[in-house]
């Protein structure tokens, strides 16, 4: 399931490929019948329409949820164990051709066609940006946290090691000693 969802976009412009496909497929077999009426335009296909009409859902519902996610979720730290590798980022850049009017296909179904491959790729590009932001929000947890469990380390590290120093009386006579060649002069005191 998560291949489906790491390559998305790539779903989307097969099934624009495969609507657009059949579209041609189905017009071709027509043999170039006149124009259709403006309420029948759209798929010819019901179950490609359906199809179609279910990925658009999924992929406004997937997109407002992460919106709405980023908006409340706070950023949890990571487990104590061992952090898992960074997810590898695809970029898929979908350009698509313009589409012409073929043989038995109206301006209008050209230009619907058309309108349909740009909301696609503007939803592709959403959820790419959708990606990009989870990606750099799990980055800056796991760094928030890494920095905090190396500085409470280093704190109660330096601490111990202070007072160890401290409890022999040489220990603590070499302290005076560096505080006094190291430290300000005694008429800047």
Request: glycine fraction near 6%; proline fraction near 8%; hydrophobic fraction near 40%.
């Amino acid at each position: 399931m998560n291949w489906v969802f790491d390559h998305l976009q790539l779903i989307i412009a097969i099934a624009g490929g495969i609507a657009w496909w059949l579209g041609q497929k189905k017009q071709a077999s027509a043999g170039g019948a006149a124009p259709r009426p403006a309420e029948e335009r759209g798929f010819q296909d019901p179950e490609l329409a359906e199809r179609t009409r279910r990925i658009r859902e999924e992929i406004q519902r997937k997109i407002e949820q992460r919106a709405k996610g980023y908006a409340t979720e706070q950023p949890r730290r990571p487990a104590a164990e061992v952090p898992a590798p960074p997810p590898i980022v695809r970029e898929v850049v979908v350009t698509p051709a313009p589409v012409r009017p073929g043989r038995g296909m109206s301006h209008e179904e050209a230009q619907q066609q058309a309108e349909i491959l740009e909301q696609q790729a503007a939803l592709a590009e959403k959820l790419r940006e959708a990606e990009l932001m989870k990606a750099a929000v799990l980055k800056r947890t796991e760094f928030e946290a890494a920095t905090a469990d190396h500085m409470a380390t280093a704190r109660t590290l330096t601490r111990s090691t202070v007072l160890e120093d401290l409890r022999t009386p040489d220990a603590l006579r070499r302290a005076f000693i560096l505080r006094e060649v190291l430290g300000p002069p005694v008429a800047l005191r």
